[in-house]
């Protein structure tokens, strides 16, 4: 299923635009993360998903819930 919104990029790959509430609080979560022992990559735990997620987060922006599926 195709997001609203969604710019296709490729099979499989979409790109997305929105705001962040507080973008300041995503940098600094993802400046805390590099060179950070972050565990092995393991999907649905620690994967790129999750590194993206979790900034995202700090940022008061709530993924999957802000960036829904139409059906």
């Known amino acids: ?3 609203s ?4 990029l490729g099979p499989g790959i979409e790109q997305l635009t929105f705001r962040l509430p ?23 735990i620690n994967s790129c998903i999750t590194c993206c997620v979790c900034p995202l987060r700090a940022g008061d922006r709530h993924p999957p819930a802000a960036l829904e599926t139409e059906d």
């Open 1 to 3: 299923m195709r997001r």
């Open 5 to 8: 919104g969604a710019r296709v």
């Open 22 to 44: 507080d973008a300041c609080a995503v940098m600094k979560a993802q400046l805390k993360s590099l060179g950070a022992d972050l565990g092995p990559c393991s999907y649905g």
